[in-house]
């Protein structure tokens, strides 16, 4: 097993997650079976309590795991499909240490964190290396060097280096290249990184330079000089317009021959898909306009999936996709909604905040037959909306915000008895029966499909009936019928709502069908 050790200075949302997910890329397309690995430091189990301000979207797995957005790169970039044990966090450590010491695993010894924690990290990283029956391992420590609660982390990667062969271990380190004032291109913070680095251990193979403009020449030699790397192995990682560009650029600096040097490896073969699905999606010239109305608009990385399936979308229907963020808030104050839009989309979200913004936009679109596409609480607030200004039940709710009225969306009767926190969402991939002669059958074009949930309420079974009586349409259920998991309303040219997220699933080479037709459809409307 070869490991490839990705870690960060100077600041955290540098990149690490796309340098890592480029990484391995070009690693797939010579040919190589590639593993990655997200190191968390926090210490909660998993992603799922977070606030998505706080630390973007959270991304969820086949299995269930709610997880960090970089996973989500990896799973896009490599065309894989990860699970739980892919994510270390503190909390998962802590916790198995825990459970073995009250097993009397350790009897006799006092537990620390060398070597008892750093030798669990090192066994996790290594049981899913050989467990994927990959060769070679990705593991990106997230924060920055020189964070305490990831010294742990870094000190397992220095054990590890010490037991590994040379040619199996590699480390790249990301830095900030600022330019000063003057556009000069500074390298004293990535100096003042690599110091960081090597005061616990560990020196770079390779340092990734993230800057505005292309690394010159000189800064190479400079970085080169005090950090004691060859000049070919400082990479530059500009900005770009794309970030599936990314590993092309890195292609273009040499990452991929010095990987191959460094770790005694040969080039199988030269995939070219990459490079074209992005040479098509640089070639799109014409563009609608997409309006996301969110909650959490002020963090873009919140929905960052849901943008990238409808860049996935555009490819397939030939055109560029803008995105107008629309804070829902911002909707409940205005006497009268205008939205300047080919398409409206309503993503997930919890809680009451921002609701009737949501429900007055997705009413506009319903109403102008505008192109609407809802995702799990999107799904949720059109079902709400239908009920209220379509059936005429002015106290239709959900049971998340509200105790009386018509709860059109609710707990499932077996749920109540569950207190445990997240012990009642649905998570992780479900079969989904599609119905034959819908829009949905028609963009799926089959009747099993398998997509992932990450919810709590359901559409309440009491009221389908109703809904359907006045012209909803039920167009994919599960559990024998009992969840309504698609709905749409026919009298639209495209009203979709699913209560589970096709974007999860999205990638560049195989676009969600759902994505696919929403942004079809949203050109459709501009012409």
Partial sequence: MKYIFIT???????????TAASIGRLLVDMGYRVVPIKIDPYINIDAGTMNPFQHGEVYVLKDGTEVDLDLGHYERFMGIELTGEHNITTGKI??????????????????????????????????????????????????????????PFFEAVRQM??????????LVHVTLIPLDAGGEQKTKPTQHSVKELRSIGLQPDVIVGRCSQKLKFETKKKISLFCDVPVEAVISD?????????????????????????????????????????KRLKSLKEEVKIAIVGKYTHVRDSYISIREALKHGGIIAGCKVRIEWIESEELEHKERIDIDAHGILVPGGFGKRGVEGKIRAIQYARENNIPFLGICFGFQLAVIEFARNVIGWEDANSGEFADEGHLVIDLLPEQRSIDKIGGTMRLGEIEVTVVKNTLAHKLYGREKVYERHRHRYEVNPEYVDDLKRH?????????????????????????????????????????????????????EFKH
């Fill in 8 to 18: 960060g200075g100077v600041m955290s949302g540098l990149g690490k997650g796309i």
């Fill in 94 to 151: 802590y916790k198995s240490v825990i459970e073995k010491e009250r097993r009397g695993d350790y009897l006799g010894q006092t537990v620390q964190i060398i070597p008892h924690i750093t030798d669990e990290i090192k066994s996790w990283i290594r049981r899913v290396a050989e467990k994927s029956n990959a060769e070679i391992c990705l593991v990106e420590i997230g924060g920055t060097v020189g964070d305490i609660e990831g010294m």
């Fill in 238 to 278: 500009e900005d770009v317009e794309e970030i599936y560009e990314v590993p092309l650029k890195f292609k273009e600096e040499g990452l991929d021959e010095y990987i191959l040097k460094r770790l005694n490896l040969e080039r199988r073969m030269e995939r070219k898909d990459w490079e074209n699905i992005v």
């Fill in 471 to 523: 012209g909803l349409v039920i167009s994919g259920y599960s559990d024998g019928g009992r969840r309504v998991e698609i709905i749409e309303y026919p009298k639209n040219d495209f009203f979709l709502g699913t209560q589970f997220h096709p974007e999860f699933k999205s990638r560049p080479y195989s676009p969600s069908p759902v994505f696919v037709g929403f942004v079809k459809s949203a050109l």
């Fill in 161 to 170: 280096k010490n037991e590994e062969r040379p040619e199996d271990f590699m």
